[in-house]
């Protein structure tokens, strides 16, 4: 754990404290320039496949990587950091006697790249004295030379500094003006260019965007000695800097403006502004049974938790047993196939292609094509995330295509894909849904959350609560956080809305492995209804 | 070669440090070789050497700065560095909270670099795995590790004078042990400067035992329980507690050490007597840099917390100039160190009639940042104590529970150990602490 490694943001009350950052830094103009050309990177990929084949390499793939990053931090009228970082290199695995081995380098001369592979087999070889089976891979069929783009209209990274600057600005007066004692906002920017290449007989050049958009408004009542936070609802998304020009098609009049393909991120300044002050004197909680509406923009973070995470195979076989943990969702209640997951309603595929999604590639970094596929279907367990070295533990032919790695320098594993709940085939808006609610509460917006290393018992908060009584919204509530069991929940679903609702959601820096290695990943849902849920009160006093 | 002598890396910052056009430049250089093994079902998964060397360049011009990073040396590159730094600040917004760089600080001297884990080899690394995965399969349990040793150095300089050197290793071994039928699971933890100290077979039966202990644990009911929290458990408190003690965010108002009417809380009693929290860089247990990793500020012995009372909080060089008291800047430190007392966790647990005993907790996140209210959960051991003895295992809980009251409710203190805590080293001791919140059960093994 080196702190070094991480920008801190430490003191400002944020939810992530702390940033993965890779890379040196550079100069902005270095963002906004092109990187090798692909005839260049393919006759560096062919060096370093013909050396490990040479060396006795049964199988082989290469990355080679450059990876930009920027990050614009403000708080109130001030810019506390800019940072642009560029990484560039290579990443070589092979299979050797049957076991892996992998190497990386940022010495891109023939000479670096050579003995990269040799070290990638030599740790190979190594290796297989200890190997208890030989690797065993899904057969990927070549594709030759082919490419893949984020479909973005706005290179994020073209556009100039200044424009990012002025734009933070505008949101922090905006929230200001409202009433606003403090707001923290950035931007975050990702642009991965990958080449990936293989003995298979591929060739894979990519170009891949995300952008995320997150600010904090926080309300203090000085007086009285209390303070309330409203995060901003955007979402990070797999699209270019179009994301945030808020276009009025885009809007969703609710409690307060939610948001599908953009985002506007003044406007939701100035609504965090005032909701924070009505937090601060909103109408604390009872606890006991709830029904939940539960919007998109918090519904994700659930899914992300309670369902893409168990549902990961490597988690179900024991790899991530000493950091992330295991699951309750073992291979046996798999194989029964009767495992109802949730209630018949509920149908959760996995994705690596929705137009938007953070996941969305057009090849996963093994070279295996993207698609989409169900985990759970009519509420019953039916499948995991797997790659091409363990779907035959599934009895599987294909991998499903979420292999992947943060860098160049990260060896490749299994990382969640897209993970969302299919809207209801049934005709419904919030605001019927909402009619049906006897006792219930409206949750908009991610919150606190927390859940075990099985993943059965879980906690989350949101970012603003309304309370529905005899199917009306009854004002906003406070201190509230709901607790449950992860079957126990998704059994009580009881309707979701059609698929006019559905949004995506997502996390942009999502944790595993040792050493970790973050991912993004997004999550679709309409709002949904979960019965009967255990609410409790946080509100704690201090002496 | 990652780790550079005190002259090799002065003469490297000396020679970057000519270079400079700006007004004001500061430089720093780091270096570590880090190794890390993985193991997983009773088998190494991934193994790893690290090299990494970096020589970060700041470049001032007023309230503008650019930082530039390079990894070569050759006098070319420590030049282009430099002017990448000036054109960088120069397109840099002004930062209106930038302060002037120090001038030459008096860095405590720090011994935190051993020769066992400087000289650490990946046979090294396969032993300590091996010992750890030997022990599993002689008690028929399931073993999952991960082994990370570093040895690094950091040298800062900058055209003020300022020069500082400090070299260090640490070592951290972390493993779970599960039963084969799934129904036990035991964890344990070393951190260490020096590897010699580490043995990961003992560490993994400690690990073992807690598994094959825990299985076919018992449900209590939730509610507020009298709880023996091992020093990993208390640290995952304590250390998102420290997390968030900062003087600037308090005299703002929007932290749980903000005073009702304005400003912070330091002079309060807010804990019980017995608290007693502080950081010292040399402190032989836990070793540390001795600057501040943001600005190069020498770090000094503070008391956080003594006799329950606060007494500084961290602030900024910039928060401080703003006070009207003409506060101190104190920077975030780099260790902690909580004093405990002197009975071992047995003996904590024969001294309770009724209780918990935790050996971690986990998934730990905020619920309210105004009363720090934290959950999470207990993981890998949990067991009811009764009339002084371990009585059986029980479901693990999850917790809703602000570690300042927690702090508050303390009966009886264990000895401190070292533990790895966001991101350092700290010195926790076991607690004996009443009235704990315990809000559900959780199925997880």
């Known amino acids: 754990m080196d702190r070094r490694k991480f920008l801190q943001l430490s003191g400002a009350g944020l939810g992530f404290s702390m940033l993965p950052l890779s890379g040196i830094a550079v100069a902005e103009s270095k963002l906004t320039q092109s990187g090798l050309d692909v005839a260049v990177k393919k006759e560096l990929a062919d060096a370093a496949l013909n050396t490990a084949t040479k060396l006795g390499a049964s199988y082989a793939d290469v990355r080679i990587g450059r990876y930009l990053n920027q990050y614009v931090i403000t708080r109130e009228m001030k810019v506390q950091n800019v940072v642009n970082t560029e990484s560039i290199g290579m990443g070589v695995r092979v299979i050797a006697n049957g076991t892996w081995g992998f190497a990386a380098t940022n010495d891109m001369t023939s000479d670096g790249i050579a003995r990269a592979t040799a070290q990638a087999v030599a740790t190979a070889k190594a290796n297989s004295k200890q190997q208890k089976e030989p690797v065993e891979l899904a057969p990927v069929k070549g594709h030759g030379e082919v490419s893949w783009r984020t479909p973005i209209q706005k290179n994020a990274m073209q556009i100039p500094l200044a424009e990012k600057v002025d734009l933070l600005m505008e949101v922090n007066k905006s929230a200001l003006d409202a009433g606003a004692s ?61 994301y945030l020009d808020g276009r009025a098609e885009d809007k969703i009049q609710s409690q307060t403006v939610l948001y599908r393909d953009s985002y506007d991120m003044v406007e939701d300044a100035r609504l965090a502004a005032e909701q924070a002050q009505e937090k601060l004197t909103a109408k604390s909680v009872t606890p006991g049974k709830y029904d939940l509406v539960l919007d998109p923009s918090h519904l994700w973070l659930t899914i992300h938790e309670s369902v893409g995470h168990p549902l990961e195979l490597d988690r179900v076989l024991g790899y991530e047993a000493n950091y992330a943990g295991t699951s309750f969702a073992t291979i046996d209640k798999w194989r029964s196939g009767k495992f109802q997951y949730g209630s018949d309603k509920v149908n959760l595929f996995a994705d690596k292609v929705q137009p938007g999604s953070l996941g969305a590639v057009g090849y996963d970094d093994e070279g295996v094509q993207t698609g989409n596929w169900d985990l759970v279907k009519d509420g019953v367990l039916v499948n995991y995330q797997a790659i091409r070295d363990q779907v035959h533990m599934l009895d599987q032919k294909e991998s499903h295509g979420c292999c992947y790695a943060d860098s160049w320098s990260s060896v490749q594993f299994q990382r969640m894909a897209n993970v969302s709940l299919l809207p209801g085939k049934e005709e419904l808006s919030v605001d019927d849904m909402i009619k049906d609610v006897e006792k219930g509460i409206y949750i908009v917006g991610a919150g606190s959350f927390s859940i075990d290393q099985q993943r059965y018992n879980f906690q989350f908060g949101g970012q603003l609560f309304y309370e529905i009584k005899e199917g009306k919204i009854a004002g906003m509530l406070e201190d509230v956080a709901y607790q449950s069991n992860t079957q126990e929940f998704w059994n009580s679903c009881s309707q979701i809305c059609d698929k006019r609702d559905y949004r995506l959601g997502g996390s942009f820096f999502d944790g595993k492995g040792q050493p970790g290695q973050v991912s993004a990943v997004s999550h679709g849902s309409s709002t949904t209804r979960f019965d009967g849920v255990n609410v409790i009160n946080t509100k704690r006093k201090l002496g | 070669m990652a780790i550079l002598s005190r002259s090799e890396a002065k003469q490297i910052l000396d020679k970057v440090l000519k270079y400079s056009k700006a007004e004001a430049a500061s430089a720093q250089l780091t270096g570590a070789e880090t190794g890390n093994i993985r193991y997983a079902r009773n088998s190494v998964s991934t193994s790893g050497i690290v090299n990494d060397i970096e020589l970060a360049v700041e470049a001032r011009f007023g309230k503008k700065s650019g930082i530039a990073t390079i990894n070569e040396f050759s006098d070319a590159s420590l030049e282009k560095v430099m002017r990448r730094a000036e054109e960088l600040a120069k397109l840099s917004p002004d930062n209106p909270e930038a302060m002037p760089l120090l001038g030459e600080q008096k860095y405590m001297s720090v011994d935190g670099f051993a020769k066992s884990t400087a000289d650490m080899t990946p046979d090294q690394r396969a032993k300590a795995a091996a010992d750890s995965i030997i022990a599993a399969k002689e008690k028929k349990v399931v073993a999952a590790g991960y082994l990370e040793d570093a040895r690094s150095f950091a040298a800062v300089a900058n055209t003020n004078g300022l020069f500082g050197y400090h070299a260090a290793t640490s070592a951290n071994f972390t493993v779970t042990m599960r039963t084969e039928n799934g129904l036990g699971s035991g964890w344990a933890q070393s951190d260490v400067s020096d590897f010699a100290a580490m043995s990961t ?119 401080a100039s703003q006070s009207e008291n003409k506060d101190k800047a104190i920077p975030q430190p780099n260790n902690l160190i909580m004093v405990g007392g002197d009975k071992s966790t047995e003996e904590l647990i024969k001294n309770t009639r009724r209780g918990v005993l935790v050996t971690r907790t986990w998934y730990i996140r905020m619920v309210d940042p105004q009363s720090l209210l934290l959950t999470g959960l207990t993981r890998d051991g949990t067991f009811y104590i009764e009339n002084g003895k371990i009585k059986y295992p029980i479901k693990n809980f999850r917790f809703n529970e602000s570690p300042v009251i927690m702090l508050n409710n303390i009966e009886d203190m264990g000895r401190a150990e070292r533990v790895g805590m966001w991101g350092y080293s700290a010195m926790i001791p076991a607690l004996k602490v009443r009235d704990f919140t315990f809000s559900s059960l959780s199925d997880a093994v």
């Open chain 1, 182 to 242: 403090f707001i923290n906002s950035m931007l975050y920017l990702v642009n991965e260019q990958k080449y990936f290449a293989s003995t298979d007989g591929s060739y894979i050049d990519q170009d891949v965007h995300r952008l995320w958009a997150p600010m904090q408004v926080t309300a203090v009542d000085k007086k009285d000695g209390g303070f309330r936070t409203r995060n901003g609802l955007s979402q990070p998304v797999g699209r270019g800097f179009e």
């Open chain 2, 201 to 319: 077979g003992s560490v993994s039966g400690v690990a073992i035992d807690k598994a094959v202990m825990s299985q076919e644990a018992r449900a209590l009911e939730p509610g507020k329980y009298t709880v023996i929290l091992e020093p990993s458990a208390v640290s995952g408190l304590v250390g998102f507690m420290m997390w968030n003690y900062d003087a600037r965010s308090a005299d703002e108002g929007r932290s749980f050490m903000s005073k009702k009417g304005g400003g912070n809380r330091i002079g309060e009693k807010m804990f019980d007597k017995r608290v007693h929290i502080y950081s010292d860089p040399a402190d032989l247990n836990v070793p540390a840099m001795p600057w501040a990793e943001d600005d190069h500020m020498a770090l000094e012995r503070v008391d956080w917390i003594r006799d329950g009372v606060v007494q500084n909080l961290p602030r900024s060089r910039y928060w």
